[in-house]
């Protein structure tokens, strides 16, 4: 059979009406192409523009065609079935095609089930569905952030999709040695099932995925960065501790707290000023109202060594001054469907269309003017996902095409418009706060948070695995709001504990970040612009009693003390891609039980920290990983490794273990 041919170092294979791509994209790696259309779609999406040279062997039998790229080798059948293989020759991962073709295949079959699925949308492009054999012993890492407690994703279904506190970055790390990415920024699924695997692209023109093969998980995410990119190397000031609520309302409120903290004398880095310090949205400026002088409110915080970060959101009311000029230009997203607003809150919106680059540099241009003009290096990129009234995903479409075939790569467009902007005008070790990401996104400075979770242990869980599978999907810049974000009074006893165990776990987060809507709410100071939303309770590290304030007060003194670790920690992320806080066994990857423990990490290669996840628990078992003794840091008891201890944790005390000698601070 005629079907396959090599070209320009690519194993190409063409039957019927598809077209079927297997290129060399990096060492032990390949990216893999289908498509039914009649050219090859070119866009890379999270790959970065071109792969490393690697030379890959190409083998064409009557029977079959193989391609080996150092550690992986695909084999592909006259008929189209295609396997992947370590450099053992064991299956990495394998097509679930069940048909009557090949009648000497194993998988000869009236099933009559393809693997790569082309489903034709009337009058459209096509469902794509893309199945994979499932080995029922593998588990599996990454995949961005879903509000959910389960480390091991094997086993989930999961939305291809973005929404508040949800982010779908489609990367996995599997046990059984290799890496793979869902290249589609298309909404649709993804189910780890024990007998299928099972990718769908809800609207799509082309199959696209990338693989590769290494010995450890190390091995497999520092390919991954290779490919996809890695972040900025953090600045000193983005290590320390980051203030907020949910909202400062005036300028004078802000640096009252700002000036508060240094009568303290607390640590403090980042203070911040929330959403609806703007006249309306889309109008991207201070309301000179309640903020007069924004130069000298950023000139005196930068005297106290604090920066400013301030929030943007992507929505353009209709009554904003930029809204008429913006439609005209075809700068906003638009409906196919009904009418033409895709939120509503505080103001009928639409949101600026981040996949178009002339509607990217006009708002950039706006924040230029009225933000980093006047001393503002840091941005709040809400809204990121973005967020819509009605997630009718099938009813949005951008300059790139319609949502439910590329919308998944918002967020990272979003990115994309400031770290563009602010590397422009000469900034380097770009950061930016977004409360979604994609594949990718990690190259354009951005830091992700959680969403609008709730404030409750449970949701503490949640976070532990989202942050952990952020890491592993390649994002591995990630914080919370400490504390969670719905609900909580500063009085309350029981939020005071909640608080209290988080902002513990906060202090060895990538970002440390105190924020969210407390109770009870203040009312609006006005009724027109900003001035119309409502305000929480008070969230200052003081807020919730004196017992929370003084242990606190111990945790802002230790991640102060922490920054030359976590110097070496941003640095390893930015020049390897490493997940700065992850799973045991990403460090100890040939201890098997290091596998198998969902409920503490390592912060870097030399610290583990076991979170207090449940109210009322004072103490805890910790398992240890084989090969190293641990040091308990607050009672200098050492442990030997591979055992598993009970550790007592009174409520100011997190259990934190060293090794290798150690020392977490100078003092």
């Known amino acids: 059979m005629n079907v396959f041919r090599i070209e320009d170092g690519c194993l190409k294979f063409h039957y019927d009406a598809e077209e079927l791509w297997i290129q060399p994209w990096g060492h032990n790696s390949f990216r893999v192409r289908g498509t039914k259309t009649a050219k090859m779609p070119k866009e890379n999406w999270a790959l970065q523009m071109t792969p490393e040279e690697v ?54 079959s009236a099933l009559e089930v393809e693997a790569r699925e082309y489903r034709p949308i009337p009058g459209g492009d096509y469902h794509l569905s893309m199945r994979f054999v499932s080995n029922t012993e593998e588990r599996l890492y990454g995949m961005g952030q879903y509000q959910q407690p389960n480390l091991n994703l094997k086993g989930t279904d999961l939305e291809l999709a973005q929404r508040n506190s949800q982010a779908s970055v489609p990367f996995a790390v ?40 290494g010995d450890t998980p190390a091995e497999i995410e520092e390919a991954y960065a290779k490919a996809a990119g890695t972040v900025p190397m953090m600045p000193d000031y983005a290590m320390g501790f980051w203030q907020c609520k949910l909202r400062y309302q005036t300028q004078e409120e802000l640096l009252h707290v700002a000036r508060e903290y240094k009568r303290r004398n607390l640590p403090i880095s980042v203070i911040v000023v929330d959403y609806f310090h703007w006249p309306l949205q889309g109008d991207w400026k201070f309301d000179l109202k309640y903020w007069p002088d924004p130069d000298g409110m950023i000139r005196e915080l930068k005297e106290m060594g604090i920066e400013l970060m301030v929030s943007i959101w992507p929505t353009v009311d209709y009554r904003s001054e930029n809204f008429a000029e913006m439609k ?59 967020e819509y009234s009605i997630y009718d995903f099938d009813n949005y479409r951008y300059h790139l095409g319609p949502n439910v075939q590329i919308g998944n790569i918002y967020p990272l467009m979003y990115a994309k418009a400031f770290f563009d902007g602010m590397k422009a005008e000469g900034q380097e070790n770009i950061i930016n706060l977004l409360r979604c990401a994609w594949a990718g996104s990690q190259r354009y400075g951005a830091l992700v948070w959680s969403g609008d979770i709730h404030s409750s242990f449970a949701s503490l869980r949640n976070q532990l695995a989202a942050g952990l599978n952020m890491g592993m999907a390649g994002i591995p810049w990630w914080t919370t709001d400490i504390g969670g974000f719905h609900g909580g009074d500063p009085k309350d006893p029981k939020f005071q504990e909640l608080l209290v165990r988080w902002f513990e776990y906060g202090a060895f987060c990538p ?92 912060f870097g290669p030399d610290v583990l920290v076991a979170p207090i996840l449940y109210g009322g628990m004072r103490k805890r078992t910790v398992y240890l990983p084989a090969g190293s003794e641990w040091k308990h840091y607050f009672t200098g008891k050492v442990y030997p490794g591979g055992e598993t201890v009970e550790i007592s944790a009174p409520l100011a005390e997190l259990p934190v273990f060293t090794r290798n000698d150690r020392r977490l601070t100078d003092k």
């Open 55 to 108: 030379q890959a062997k190409i083998t064409i039998e009557e029977d079959h065609a193989e391609i080996v790229n150092g550690k992986l080798r695909a084999r592909l059948s006259a008929y189209g079935k295609l396997t992947f293989y370590n450099k053992e020759g064991k299956v990495l991962l394998d097509e679930y095609l069940r048909n009557r073709l090949d009648v000497f295949a194993d998988y000869c």
């Open 174 to 213: 599997s046990s059984l040695g290799y890496g793979f990415l869902w290249n589609n920024p298309a909404v649709g699924r993804v189910v780890f099932g024990n007998n299928i695997t099972t990718w769908e692209a809800y609207s799509t023109k082309v199959l696209d995925y990338w693989i590769t093969a």
């Open 328 to 386: 005209e230009k075809g700068y906003l997203i638009r409906t196919d469907r009904g009418f033409r607003i895709a939120m509503d809150f505080q103001g009928n919106t639409v949101h600026f269309d981040a996949t178009n680059p002339k509607a990217r540099d006009y708002v950039w241009q706006k924040a230029k003017e009225n933000y980093y003009e006047k001393g503002v290096k840091l941005f709040w990129l809400d809204e990121a996902e973005p």
């Open 511 to 602: 970002v440390m970040r105190l924020h969210g809507y407390r109770e009870p709410l203040q009312e609006p100071m006005g009724k027109e612009g900003g001035a119309a939303c409502v305000s929480g309770a008070d969230n200052e590290v003081w807020s919730f009693g004196e017992e929370a304030y003084e242990i606190c007060r111990t945790y802002l003194e230790l991640r102060e003390n922490m920054k030359p670790y976590l110097t070496e920690l941003m640095r390893a992320a930015h020049e390897k891609g490493t997940p700065v806080m992850r799973p045991l066994f990403y460090d100890f990857p040939e201890d098997a039980a290091a596998w198998e423990k969902e409920d503490e990490y390592m």
